[in-house]
């Protein structure tokens, strides 16, 4: 087993192996001292797994309230959170229970915003079951949900007491949902992993666990040094300013990695046309995409993406920062005025007859 260490505010472990769903019980009992453990997941991840999760929890003598939301991002919305945390209290859980996030990013989002807020914090820990959440949101305690005007517009930094990764149920769900997660796998390549973004070229040797242990050490490093996203850890929002605001256009009918994805590859292009960023990086990257089978062109207008990014909550005042690749494996945070972002995003967009 490999274990990665987070060292914020609240210190826990991000374990890493195989077959540790069975194992869920003991690690549990280890970390909450009362008798509930409430599971929240959603309807895909319960089909495939449950039933193995609670086994491990009732062998502990655990009792198991179970809240299913219905499988993607439109269950992440207030309504949803209310009746989660409604269910909690009905549940009678105290602060000395637990709740299990047992699912990809929208579950834990959730989940972790409900126990950050119930009861003014509750412990919580994090089953990621997608490999997008495995390697980015299960760790660094991002937790919200989305409303109207924008996605994560409310929400609250709050640790989780441990990340438990088991790498059989990564590649268990769907191919397309494993495959919005390597966007964030490349994602970390660029930014911060050479190493890590040329290996993916191989595809045939995708070496899950290093690849895990890989992204969830950059993270873990990232999130000790700047918790709360006040500097370095916008580094991590590589694709997501232009990638949120697809999300949000197409009624989070394009998916979290997808979105991303694109993200990515218009704020690259943007950075090449500035002068940031090399040709060769913005080639890698697109040829990369292409070889995962993820998008990197968009429909929505310059006009459309910057008027929804400026609705995000990374925007400060009458500035926003950026993501700006400068090589593979080295990316610049750069601070632009509101009233530039069109200009910029449009700068990242291949129009009508243009190659990527």
């Known amino acids: 087993m490999r274990t990665v260490a987070v060292k914020a505010s609240s210190e826990y472990d991000v374990f890493i192996d195989a077959g540790l769903l069975e194992r869920v019980g003991s690690y549990v009992s280890g970390i909450a001292e009362g008798e509930i453990a409430a599971v929240v997941t959603d309807d895909v991840v319960s089909e495939l797994y449950l039933e193995k999760l609670l086994k491990s929890l009732h062998k502990k003598g655990f009792e198991t309230p179970v809240f299913k939301v219905k499988s993607g991002e439109a269950s992440k919305n207030a309504y949803t959170y209310v009746s989660l945390v409604e269910f909690l209290a009905e549940s009678k859980l105290s602060h000395s229970d637990i709740v299990l996030a047992f699912g990809g990013g929208v579950v834990g ?8 807020t119930y009861l003014r914090g509750i412990p919580y820990i994090q089953i990621p079951t997608t490999l997008l959440a495995a390697v980015d949101s299960s760790i660094g305690g991002k937790t919200g949900v989305d409303i109207e005007s924008g996605k994560n517009l409310v929400g609250t930094f709050y640790q989780p007491s441990a990340v438990i990764c088991d790498l059989d149920l990564l590649e268990g769900l769907p191919p397309s949902i494993f495959t919005d997660g390597c966007a964030e796998v490349i994602k970390y390549g660029v ?23 890989k992204c969830a050490t950059i993270k873990a490093e990232v999130v000790c040094e700047d918790e709360f996203e006040t500097g370095r850890r916008k580094i991590l929002n590589f694709g997501h300013t232009v990638g949120h605001a697809i999300e949000y256009l197409s009624n989070y009918n394009i998916s979290h990695g997808r979105a991303v994805a694109i993200g990515m590859a218009i704020e690259a292009r943007a950075a090449m046309k500035m002068g940031v960023c090399s040709d060769e990086c913005y080639n890698e990257l697109i040829d990369l995409l292409h070889r995962y089978g993820l998008p990197y062109t968009t429909r929505f207008s310059a006009q459309e993406l910057s008027e929804a990014a400026l609705s995000d909550k990374k925007r400060r005042g009458d500035k926003i920062t950026l993501v700006f690749p400068e090589a593979i494996g080295c990316s610049v945070l750069r601070k632009a005025d509101v009233v530039d972002l069109e200009e910029i995003i449009d700068l990242g967009i291949v129009k009508s007859g243009e190659n990527a």
């Open 191 to 213: 930014i911060a992993d050479s190493e890590l973004f040329y290996s993916l070229k191989e595809r045939p040797q995708f070496n899950l666990e290093e690849i895990v242990v």
């Open 109 to 116: 989002d959730l989940a972790g915003f409900a126990s950050a």
